[in-house]
């Protein structure tokens, strides 16, 4: 109970919870009593439901330690991403997983932003009449645009390419 993520212990063959701590009763708004009686219809949305059965059952058969940025559901119907590092024990002679769940949603909506954010550079970036390029300080390409490449004649290949040497050979012999 004083770890800082969610912690459940789950009887991978009933696909229910046998123990669940209080960081993750807080999480989901259930307390200890109800979260026992959780199924994943309660903890997932619909639309999210096969694929957190698919990451469970891939952590039960040992084919994925880390499931990241599930969605759940709390119980007022709000939701929150979790990334769930799981590790199977067997106790009472049943395999069951213990599931450590942190929390991401944050960081998820940071990435969303920087994402959206990255969206309108490039926007801008492409609809500006200027030819740009980008270097960094030891003259590799980070970034240009099609007016760059459209004004110095430069070849679709060297561009893809992205090798400075011969981009900077073409150029300069204009």
Aim: proline fraction near 1%; hydrophobic fraction near 40%; include cysteine.
């Amino acid at each position: 109970n004083n770890a800082v993520d969610g912690i459940l212990v789950v009887d991978v063959e009933q696909k229910s919870i046998v123990l669940a701590n209080k960081v993750f009763c807080e999480m989901t708004g259930y307390n200890e009593e109800e979260a026992k009686n959780l199924s994943f219809k309660n903890l997932h949305r619909e639309e999210d439901l096969l694929y957190a059965i698919a990451q469970f059952n891939a952590q039960a058969d040992g084919q994925l330690p880390i499931a990241r940025d599930l969605v759940f559901q709390r119980k007022n119907n709000s939701i929150f991403y979790a990334d769930i590092n799981a590790v199977e024990t067997s106790f009472n002679n049943k395999k069951h997983l213990i599931a450590i769940i942190r929390d991401v949603t944050d960081r998820r909506n940071i990435l969303d932003e920087l994402s959206f954010k990255t969206t309108l550079l490039e926007t801008q970036l492409e609809t500006t009449i200027d030819g740009i390029l980008v270097v960094d300080e030891q003259l590799n390409i980070v970034l240009y645009n099609r007016r760059f490449a459209d004004m110095w004649h430069i070849p679709k290949s060297l561009i893809v390419d992205k090798n400075d040497n011969d981009l900077l050979e073409y150029v300069s012999s204009q």
